[in-house]
């Protein structure tokens, strides 16, 4: 049974109800507002960000990751445990309580290959291009954060992600939010790796700038050519991501997906924005800021009205 890690605040305009309301202006996934992820071309991401590189060569899809990852995060115990191998038999995709999980495929020329999946934390990130409301946050050092308490569930994030990342939990009746790795931010800020990270038992996974892990990924390429593709995935792809890999084998063929382009996604969309109709762009918009500004206002009467019962109890 799925743990609600729901804290317990009032929400009294409930963000199903407003769901309704957002469905009227449905359709426009990556047009809620280009501003803080505009396909600038010239955005290079932050100075001296951090990231991770995972070399799919090193991987033995022990799963310890994915158990380091639950631990840290406060997720709620897996229906098979880590140490059950048979996870392997169907591809899995990251659920609500599960923000990273460990595949393995058998590519045609008979490699086993594991391969962690988790958030990328896209340099310019087209969840947070999506988001009407501004729940996501690309921090200055790298991971893609995102905000429960102001995310009010349009779910436009998880249409806009080219990596299917953002997961919905619907099983939590009373705060149904989305879910995804942060690449432990909270870690990162207190001086330490990132959970998986540390636990890795192989070294597939390294945290550190991400610049240096680009230095380090080419220096691999160039040490063992017959190991590893000439291809250092993430550091192109969707604009650039904070989370690289190297592999031994086409990326294609261990589950990356074929068609994310180079530029970051919400450039594609922005010729298009200027021909729709501004309904399409404004009404999402609308919504959230009227939904911010009614939240405001319920959260300033709770204030009052919880001030008002210490008066009482006084
Ligand atoms: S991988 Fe998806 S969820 Fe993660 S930062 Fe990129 S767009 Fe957002
Ligand atoms: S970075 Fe943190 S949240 Fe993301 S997969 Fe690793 S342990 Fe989980
Ligand atoms: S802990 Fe390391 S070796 Fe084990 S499955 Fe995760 S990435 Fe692979």
Excluded at 22 to 42: C, D, F, I, Q, R
Excluded at 92 to 113: A, C
Excluded at 167 to 182: F, G, H, Q, R
Aim: with cysteine; glycine share 10%; proline share 8%.
């Amino acid at each position: 049974m799925k743990k609600d890690k729901g804290k317990g605040r009032s929400r009294g305009l409930s963000r199903r109800a407003f769901l309704g309301s957002m469905a009227l202006a449905g359709g426009t996934a990556v047009l809620g507002h280009p501003k803080k992820a505009g396909g600038s071309e010239n955005f290079t991401g932050y100075p001296g960000s951090y990231g991770m590189l995972t070399d799919l060569s090193l991987c033995v899809g022990c799963r310890s990751c994915e158990k380091a990852c639950n631990e840290a995060n406060d997720l709620p115990e897996p229906e098979t445990p880590f140490t059950d191998s048979s996870v392997f038999d169907e591809e899995r995709r990251t659920t609500p309580g599960v923000y990273t999980v460990v595949n393995r495929y058998e590519t045609p020329g008979g490699k086993v290959v594991y391969r962690k999946i988790q958030c990328n934390h896209c340099m310019e990130p087209a969840c947070a291009s999506a988001c009407p409301i501004h729940a996501y946050t690309k921090t200055p050092e790298g991971p893609v954060h995102y905000n429960e308490d102001l995310c009010f569930g349009c779910r436009y994030c998880m249409i806009a992600c080219p990596f299917y990342v953002p997961t919905y939990d619907y099983e939590s009746a009373l705060e149904p939010k989305v879910e995804k790795c942060i690449m432990c931010l909270g870690r990162i800020r207190d001086g330490l790796k990132p959970a998986c990270a540390a636990a890795c038992p192989m070294g597939a996974v390294t945290f550190g700038r991400r610049d240096d892990l680009l230095k380090l990924a080419r220096q691999r390429i160039l040490r063992s050519p017959d190991t590893y593709v000439d291809h250092i995935y993430g550091e192109k792809e969707a604009g650039g991501l904070n989370w690289l890999y190297l592999s031994p084998v086409p990326f294609e063929q261990v589950g990356f997906p074929k068609d994310v382009p180079m530029q970051p996604p919400i450039s594609y969309a922005k010729g298009f924005l200027a021909a729709v109709p501004s309904v399409f762009v404004i009404w999402p918009a609308f919504f959230g800021m009227l939904y911010a500004a009614v939240r405001h206002r319920e959260n300033h009467e709770t204030e009052k009205e919880g001030a008002g019962s210490e008066e009482v109890r006084k």
